[in-house]
């Protein structure tokens, strides 16, 4: 498809589990960024990656948070002994230039991860 | 700290009625962009604000830049059930930062 893929579209997992989340940008786009999206909020910056590496993992919330973008395409944002407060949609988005020139992002649909 | 306080945070209004819902900072922003989010899916963008005083329209949206590049505004006339979504305020530095959002609810 031409837009942004996120997988899986939804993830229920146990407490104390370790999760992967996968985003495939749009071909060509070499800015690729995750968001953290809880019910009524807006999306809240995690990462921003610039071809393969990171630019900005500023919004990271602590040490079990981690995503690689190794052949700077398609990114997966790792989360490691996961906790019921990680629940949320995660938004994965990609534009063609990055940084202070950034454009249009265009997002997916988000993986919804659900911790029991 | 939020930079950009958006208002109200719900708005529910019958089909027909005017509306107008506003994002406010005390920064200076070189731009200001609005997305607006439907359930289940990302946020999509409406519009970037550049200039102080600009207005921008998307048919029946009008989007306000305030003269100091400190906040915006946008109206939606004649509010359809279609514009029903999360309205997100944003600005950029090396990536998009949003506002909580409002959540509007057209009813028909």
């Known amino acids: 498809g031409a837009g942004v893929s996120q997988t899986p579209s939804n993830k229920v997992t146990e407490k104390g589990k370790y999760v992967e989340l996968r985003c495939d940008p749009i071909s060509g786009h070499t800015a690729l960024y995750w968001y953290r999206q809880s019910l009524g909020q807006g999306p809240e910056f995690l990462i921003y990656?610039?071809?393969?590496?990171?630019?900005?993992d500023s919004g990271l919330p602590n040490d079990r948070f981690f995503a690689v973008r190794p052949e700077g395409s398609v990114s997966t944002l790792k989360i490691q002994r996961t906790e019921r407060g990680d629940s949320a949609v995660y938004l994965c988005?990609?534009?063609?230039?990055?940084?202070?020139?950034?454009?249009?992002?265009?997002f997916g649909e988000g993986s919804r991860l659900t911790v029991l | 700290t939020q930079l950009l306080e958006q208002s109200p945070q719900f708005l529910s209004i019958q089909e027909g009625e005017n509306l107008t819902v506003y994002c406010n900072s005390s920064?200076?922003?070189?731009?200001l962009q609005w997305y607006r989010q439907e359930p289940g899916e990302g946020p999509v963008l409406l519009v970037t604000v550049v200039t102080g005083g600009e207005v921008k329209k998307l048919k029946r949206l009008t989007f306000q830049f305030g003269d100091a590049r400190k906040d915006s505004s946008l109206h939606i006339t004649a509010a359809q059930p279609g514009d029903t979504g999360l309205y997100l305020c944003a600005y950029r530095d090396d990536k998009i930062i949003f506002g909580k959002g409002t959540r509007l609810h057209i009813l028909p």
């Open positions: 990656f610039q071809g393969t590496g990171a630019a900005d």
């Open positions: 920064s200076v922003f070189s731009s």
């Open positions: 988005a990609s534009s063609l230039i990055g940084g202070l020139g950034t454009g249009e992002l265009f």
